[in-house]
Protein backbone atom coordinates (compact mmCIF):
# COMPACT_ATOMS: atom_id res chain seq x y z
CA UNK A 1 0.00 0.00 0.00
CA UNK A 2 0.84 3.49 -1.18
CA UNK A 3 2.32 5.97 2.09
CA UNK A 4 0.33 8.42 2.41
CA UNK A 5 0.38 12.15 1.25
CA UNK A 6 1.08 15.19 2.55
CA UNK A 7 -1.33 17.58 2.04
CA UNK A 8 -1.54 21.67 3.26
CA UNK A 9 -3.87 23.67 2.84
CA UNK A 10 -3.80 27.36 4.11
CA UNK A 11 -6.04 30.04 3.61
CA UNK A 12 -4.67 33.02 1.87
CA UNK A 13 -7.58 35.24 1.35
CA UNK A 14 -10.77 33.84 -0.01
CA UNK A 15 -8.58 31.02 -1.49
CA UNK A 16 -6.77 28.24 -0.32
CA UNK A 17 -3.36 27.21 -1.59
CA UNK A 18 -3.03 23.71 -1.35
CA UNK A 19 0.38 21.62 -1.96
CA UNK A 20 0.35 18.24 -2.16
CA UNK A 21 3.53 15.92 -2.13
CA UNK A 22 2.47 12.09 -2.83
CA UNK A 23 4.87 9.28 -2.72
CA UNK A 24 5.18 7.53 -5.82
CA UNK A 25 7.75 5.93 -7.84
CA UNK A 26 6.43 7.25 -11.24
CA UNK A 27 8.44 4.93 -13.66
CA UNK A 28 8.35 6.10 -16.88
CA UNK A 29 8.76 3.14 -18.96
CA UNK A 30 11.84 4.42 -20.92
CA UNK A 31 14.55 3.60 -17.81
CA UNK A 32 16.13 -0.12 -18.06
CA UNK A 33 17.21 -2.29 -15.19
CA UNK A 34 20.76 -3.19 -14.55
CA UNK A 35 20.51 -6.30 -16.43
CA UNK A 36 19.05 -3.90 -19.48
CA UNK A 37 15.69 -5.14 -19.18
CA UNK A 38 12.97 -2.55 -19.55
CA UNK A 39 10.99 -1.14 -16.24
CA UNK A 40 7.94 -1.35 -16.94
CA UNK A 41 5.91 2.06 -16.82
CA UNK A 42 4.11 2.61 -13.43
CA UNK A 43 2.86 6.09 -12.46
CA UNK A 44 -0.19 7.94 -11.26
CA UNK A 45 -2.61 9.28 -13.91
CA UNK A 46 -5.26 10.35 -12.34
CA UNK A 47 -5.52 13.06 -9.62
CA UNK A 48 -8.73 14.58 -8.10
CA UNK A 49 -9.15 16.80 -5.53
CA UNK A 50 -12.51 17.78 -3.72
CA UNK A 51 -13.69 20.38 -1.31
CA UNK A 52 -16.01 19.35 1.34
CA UNK A 53 -17.05 16.19 -1.01
CA UNK A 54 -17.65 18.49 -3.91
CA UNK A 55 -14.92 17.62 -6.95
CA UNK A 56 -13.12 21.17 -7.78
CA UNK A 57 -10.14 20.15 -9.79
CA UNK A 58 -9.04 16.57 -11.89
CA UNK A 59 -6.21 16.08 -13.36
CA UNK A 60 -4.65 13.48 -16.06
CA UNK A 61 -0.75 12.92 -15.60
CA UNK A 62 1.65 11.19 -18.21
CA UNK A 63 4.92 9.38 -17.11
CA UNK A 64 7.01 12.12 -16.89
CA UNK A 65 5.84 13.70 -13.90
CA UNK A 66 8.70 13.57 -11.43
CA UNK A 67 9.16 10.53 -9.17
CA UNK A 68 7.34 11.33 -5.53
CA UNK A 69 4.77 14.00 -7.40
CA UNK A 70 4.20 17.51 -5.78
CA UNK A 71 1.36 19.78 -7.25
CA UNK A 72 0.33 23.03 -5.78
CA UNK A 73 -2.94 24.38 -6.78
CA UNK A 74 -5.43 27.09 -5.10
CA UNK A 75 -9.05 26.50 -4.52
CA UNK A 76 -11.51 29.75 -4.39
CA UNK A 77 -14.04 30.19 -2.21
CA UNK A 78 -12.52 27.77 0.57
CA UNK A 79 -13.10 28.78 4.73
CA UNK A 80 -10.87 27.72 7.56
CA UNK A 81 -11.85 24.41 8.94
CA UNK A 82 -13.29 23.02 5.28
CA UNK A 83 -11.73 19.71 4.59
CA UNK A 84 -9.57 19.04 1.23
CA UNK A 85 -9.50 15.46 0.01
CA UNK A 86 -6.88 14.50 -2.70
CA UNK A 87 -6.89 11.20 -4.55
CA UNK A 88 -4.84 9.91 -6.57
CA UNK A 89 -4.82 6.36 -9.02
CA UNK A 90 -2.00 4.67 -10.87
CA UNK A 91 -1.27 2.43 -14.03
CA UNK A 92 -1.80 -0.54 -12.31
CA UNK A 93 -4.87 0.33 -10.38
CA UNK A 94 -3.59 1.46 -7.07
CA UNK A 95 -5.39 4.38 -5.40
CA UNK A 96 -4.67 6.42 -2.22
CA UNK A 97 -6.91 8.81 -0.72
CA UNK A 98 -5.92 11.25 1.50
CA UNK A 99 -7.56 14.76 3.28
CA UNK A 100 -6.35 17.81 5.11
CA UNK A 101 -8.25 20.73 6.87
CA UNK A 102 -7.83 23.99 5.48
CA UNK A 103 -6.02 26.60 8.34
CA UNK B 1 -19.36 17.44 -47.04
CA UNK B 2 -16.97 17.52 -44.24
CA UNK B 3 -14.07 15.51 -44.94
CA UNK B 4 -13.10 12.77 -42.47
CA UNK B 5 -10.35 14.78 -40.81
CA UNK B 6 -13.04 17.52 -40.36
CA UNK B 7 -15.29 14.79 -38.95
CA UNK B 8 -12.67 13.34 -36.79
CA UNK B 9 -11.58 16.76 -35.48
CA UNK B 10 -15.45 17.80 -34.06
CA UNK B 11 -15.96 14.35 -33.08
CA UNK B 12 -12.98 14.83 -30.50
CA UNK B 13 -14.25 18.20 -29.50
CA UNK B 14 -17.64 17.44 -28.45
CA UNK B 15 -16.11 13.98 -26.60
CA UNK B 16 -14.02 16.49 -25.16
CA UNK B 17 -17.30 18.92 -24.10
CA UNK B 18 -19.16 15.55 -23.13
CA UNK B 19 -16.12 14.66 -20.70
CA UNK B 20 -15.69 17.83 -19.07
CA UNK B 21 -19.72 17.61 -18.35
CA UNK B 22 -19.30 14.41 -16.52
CA UNK B 23 -21.58 12.79 -19.11
CA UNK B 24 -19.21 10.69 -21.28
CA UNK B 25 -18.65 7.20 -20.22
CA UNK B 26 -15.25 6.89 -18.46
CA UNK B 27 -13.49 4.21 -21.19
CA UNK B 28 -14.41 6.30 -23.76
CA UNK B 29 -12.73 9.11 -22.12
CA UNK B 30 -9.65 7.43 -21.85
CA UNK B 31 -8.95 6.30 -24.75
CA UNK B 32 -9.30 10.35 -25.54
CA UNK B 33 -6.41 10.83 -23.36
CA UNK B 34 -4.32 8.20 -24.02
CA UNK B 35 -3.69 9.76 -27.43
CA UNK B 36 -2.82 12.68 -26.10
CA UNK B 37 -0.26 11.50 -23.40
CA UNK B 38 0.99 9.62 -26.36
CA UNK B 39 1.20 12.16 -28.95
CA UNK B 40 5.04 13.47 -29.79
CA UNK B 41 4.66 17.06 -30.28
CA UNK B 42 2.79 20.09 -29.22
CA UNK B 43 0.63 19.40 -32.01
CA UNK B 44 -0.15 16.74 -31.90
CA UNK B 45 -0.99 16.47 -28.16
CA UNK B 46 -3.54 19.57 -29.13
CA UNK B 47 -4.81 17.45 -32.01
CA UNK B 48 -5.68 14.76 -29.69
CA UNK B 49 -7.48 16.83 -27.52
CA UNK B 50 -9.23 18.29 -30.24
CA UNK B 51 -8.25 21.76 -29.39
CA UNK B 52 -7.07 24.13 -32.45
CA UNK B 53 -3.69 25.80 -33.21
CA UNK B 54 -2.05 27.18 -30.02
CA UNK B 55 -1.65 30.96 -30.43
CA UNK B 56 1.12 32.53 -28.44
CA UNK B 57 -0.45 34.76 -25.45
CA UNK B 58 0.77 37.07 -22.62
CA UNK B 59 -1.97 35.75 -20.67
CA UNK B 60 -0.23 32.75 -20.27
CA UNK B 61 2.92 32.15 -18.15
CA UNK B 62 4.74 29.48 -17.87
CA UNK B 63 7.56 29.27 -15.29
CA UNK B 64 10.62 27.05 -14.47
CA UNK B 65 14.23 27.34 -14.04
CA UNK B 66 16.24 28.90 -16.75
CA UNK B 67 19.04 26.19 -16.17
CA UNK B 68 17.77 22.72 -14.00
CA UNK B 69 20.53 20.80 -12.99
CA UNK B 70 18.67 17.65 -12.40
CA UNK B 71 16.31 16.70 -15.41
CA UNK B 72 15.02 14.49 -13.04
CA UNK B 73 13.03 17.38 -11.32
CA UNK B 74 12.48 20.22 -12.78
CA UNK B 75 9.96 22.32 -10.96
CA UNK B 76 7.21 23.77 -13.50
CA UNK B 77 4.22 26.60 -12.87
CA UNK B 78 1.53 27.38 -15.57
CA UNK B 79 -0.99 29.91 -15.00
CA UNK B 80 -3.54 31.93 -16.86
CA UNK B 81 -5.67 34.93 -16.42
CA UNK B 82 -8.17 34.34 -19.19
CA UNK B 83 -11.21 33.96 -18.39
CA UNK B 84 -13.48 30.44 -19.56
CA UNK B 85 -10.68 28.39 -19.24
CA UNK B 86 -11.30 24.38 -19.44
CA UNK B 87 -7.64 22.63 -19.24
CA UNK B 88 -3.95 23.62 -18.48
CA UNK B 89 -1.45 21.72 -20.56
CA UNK B 90 2.14 21.44 -19.04
CA UNK B 91 4.25 20.11 -22.24
CA UNK B 92 8.09 19.74 -22.70
CA UNK B 93 8.87 19.43 -26.48
CA UNK B 94 11.79 17.15 -26.55
CA UNK B 95 10.17 14.33 -24.21
CA UNK B 96 9.58 11.09 -25.51
CA UNK B 97 5.81 11.79 -25.24
CA UNK B 98 5.65 16.09 -24.58
CA UNK B 99 2.36 16.05 -22.71
CA UNK B 100 3.31 16.19 -19.17
CA UNK B 101 -0.07 16.83 -17.00
CA UNK B 102 -3.79 18.26 -17.96
CA UNK B 103 -5.45 19.74 -15.36
CA UNK B 104 -8.84 19.76 -15.77
CA UNK B 105 -10.35 23.70 -14.59
CA UNK B 106 -13.53 24.13 -12.80
CA UNK B 107 -14.55 27.48 -11.46
CA UNK B 108 -13.33 26.36 -7.94
CA UNK B 109 -10.21 26.50 -8.55
CA UNK B 110 -7.51 28.88 -10.28
CA UNK B 111 -5.84 28.46 -13.67
CA UNK B 112 -2.24 28.43 -11.77
CA UNK B 113 -0.73 24.93 -11.68
CA UNK B 114 2.95 23.95 -10.08
CA UNK B 115 3.86 20.48 -10.43
CA UNK B 116 7.25 18.50 -10.90
CA UNK B 117 8.87 16.84 -14.13
CA UNK B 118 10.90 14.90 -15.70
CA UNK B 119 12.98 16.61 -18.34
CA UNK B 120 15.40 13.84 -21.29
CA UNK B 121 17.22 17.13 -22.16
CA UNK B 122 16.95 20.71 -22.66
CA UNK B 123 14.06 21.36 -24.35
CA UNK B 124 10.95 23.89 -24.62
CA UNK B 125 8.72 23.90 -21.80
CA UNK B 126 4.79 24.84 -23.17
CA UNK B 127 2.21 25.97 -20.46
CA UNK B 128 -1.28 25.77 -22.35
CA UNK B 129 -4.18 27.35 -21.90
CA UNK B 130 -7.22 25.23 -23.84
CA UNK B 131 -10.51 27.26 -23.66
CA UNK B 132 -13.99 26.40 -23.42
CA UNK B 133 -14.53 26.88 -26.94
CA UNK B 134 -11.50 25.04 -28.12
CA UNK B 135 -9.49 27.69 -28.83
CA UNK B 136 -5.97 27.13 -27.51
CA UNK B 137 -3.22 29.44 -26.09
CA UNK B 138 0.39 28.96 -24.95
CA UNK B 139 3.30 30.48 -23.63
CA UNK B 140 6.96 28.47 -24.05
CA UNK B 141 10.51 28.50 -22.17
CA UNK B 142 13.46 27.58 -22.76
CA UNK B 143 15.06 24.96 -19.71
CA UNK B 144 18.34 23.66 -20.13
CA UNK B 145 19.43 20.35 -18.29
CA UNK B 146 22.99 19.60 -17.23
CA UNK B 147 22.18 16.60 -16.31
CA UNK B 148 25.70 15.37 -14.62
CA UNK B 149 26.82 19.04 -14.93
CA UNK B 150 29.10 20.44 -12.36
CA UNK B 151 26.34 22.72 -11.52
CA UNK B 152 27.67 26.43 -13.13
Known amino acids: MADPMRIRAQLAGDKANVRVLMAHEMESGQR ?52 VGVSWKDTKGESRSDEATVS | ?92 EKNPAALVALFNVTDSVEANFATRAKMGQSSDVYAVAVMADGKAFFAKKEVKVTLGGCGG
Open chain 1, 32 to 83: KDSAGNLVPAWYINEVTSTLNGKVVLTAEWGPSVSKNPFLQFAIKGAKAGDK
Open chain 2, 1 to 92: MQTRRETLKHSAIVAGLLASTGLFPQFAMAAVDKAAFQAKSVADVLKALGAGAPVESKDVTVGGPDIAENGAVVPITASTTLAGVKQILVLV
